[in-house]
T-cell receptor, first 116, second 111 residues
Framework: DTGVSQDPRHKITKRGQNVTFRCDPISEHNRLYWYRQTLGQGPEFLTYFQNEAQLEKSRLLSDRFSAERPKGSFSTLEIQRTEQGDSAMYLC??????????????FGPGTRLTVT | GQSLEQPSEVTAVEGAIVQINCTYQTSGFYGLSWYQQHDGGAPTFLSYNALDGLEETGRFSSFLSRSDSYGYLLLQELQMKDSASYFCAAAGEGSNYQLIWGAGTKLIIKP
């Protein structure tokens, strides 16, 4: 396994369109996270899965955003009716932990979204 | 509110030692993580402190003081490849899975 992969790496879309991103975590990892990062800022937590269950979702996350991890492996993040403010790098990370807190997460290369 | 504060930029000379500080204000604190991110790259994990004290990993060390809500990352024998942004992150309110991140410290290394 070569690490976390994300597809596409870049996406340009027009305002109002829907977009979907895919993340393939490290195969033995049971936890998967989505973040959004804008220039000069740290990653902002969006949502978290343990296996196929979505256990946490940021209170700041608009209902235009939805994420799935149907078989506990890959995950998709969909943004409906995109807005220019959605332009950012979308990062996926995964980790393996049976219990306890998250500490070491492995990040994918990200999907850079530009909404025109 | 929850926040992590770190300097926006630090400059150091190749071969020197530099310390990047992080103060945090969170509830339900479990530990402090440090990540490195090169321009255009993804964050990579450096270290994690759950207990007070110093953790050493090669040229990098990380320190935590829970009583002071403070930690730092120490980088020794600086190399040009260490030029990057460094983020501290901590588990946030009511959650031990949701990491709250600082805005990052850009480390500039001069020859």
């Amino acid at each position: 396994d070569t690490g976390v992969s994300q597809d596409p790496r870049h996406k340009i879309t027009k305002r109002g369109q829907n977009v979907t991103f895919r993340c393939d975590p490290i195969s033995e990892h049971n936890r998967l996270y989505w973040y959004r990062q804008t220039l000069g800022q740290g990653p902002e937590f969006l949502t978290y899965f343990q296996n196929e269950a979505q256990l946490e979702k940021s209170r700041l996350l608009s209902d235009r955003f939805s994420a799935e991890r149907p078989k506990g492996s890959f995950s998709t993040l969909e943004i409906q009716r995109t807005e220019q403010g959605d332009s950012a790098m979308y990062l996926c990370a995964s980790s393996w932990q049976g219990t306890g807190t998250t500490s070491e997460q492995y990040f994918g290369p990200g999907t850079r979204l530009t909404v025109t | 509110g929850q926040s992590l504060e770190q300097p926006s930029e630090v400059t150091a000379v190749e071969g020197a030692i530099v310390q990047i500080n992080c103060t945090y204000q969170t509830s339900g604190f479990y530990g402090l993580s440090w990540y490195q991110q090169h321009d255009g790259g993804a964050p990579t994990f450096l270290s994690y402190n759950a207990l007070d004290g110093l953790e050493e990993t090669g040229r990098f060390s990380s320190f935590l003081s829970r009583s002071d809500s403070y930690g730092y990352l120490l980088l020794q024998e600086l190399q040009m490849k260490d030029s990057a942004s460094y983020f501290c992150a901590a588990a946030g309110e009511g959650s031990n899975y949701q990491l709250i991140w600082g805005a990052g410290t850009k480390l500039i290394i001069k020859p």
